[in-house]
């Protein structure tokens, strides 16, 4: 089964950008869909951006126009691109894995069963 690592979590002020990364441990691309959910506390996990085969993507209403999920292949690697960022997107980022999820629920933590640790975003106004 695959294994998730993710990085590039940190401290920025409102309306910063920050990049995350998460390393498979193996061949995703083709076989899995992937994405980014976020916890802050207190609060229940929410999905933020999933990707599927040739590119497909799907965000979240709160990080449209903010946040960009993309997939190197090559590297094995997922990126989430949030820039503008606001003090409500505080939380603990994590990306996950899903081999054959129901495309319409992407966003839904159930349909995923890899899941990285975590890092943590923390954005200050």
């Known amino acids: 089964q695959v294994q998730l690592m993710e990085s590039g979590g940190g401290s920025v002020q409102a309306g910063g950008s920050l990049r995350l990364s998460c390393a498979a441990s193996r061949d995703t691309y083709n076989r899995y869909f992937m994405a980014w959910f976020r916890q802050a506390p207190g609060k229940e996990r929410e999905g933020v951006a999933a990707i599927r085969d040739a590119g497909v993507t799907t965000y979240a209403d709160s990080v449209k126009g903010r946040f960009t999920i993309s997939l190197d292949s090559a590297k094995n690697t997922l990126y989430l691109q949030m820039s503008s960022l606001k003090p409500e997107d505080t939380a603990m980022y994590y990306c996950?894995?899903?081999?054959?999820?129901?495309?319409?629920?992407?966003?839904?933590?159930?349909?995923?069963?890899?899941w990285g640790q975590g890092t943590q975003v923390t954005v200050s106004s």
């Open positions: 996950a894995a899903a081999f054959s999820p129901i495309w319409r629920r992407s966003l839904e933590t159930s349909q995923y069963n890899v």
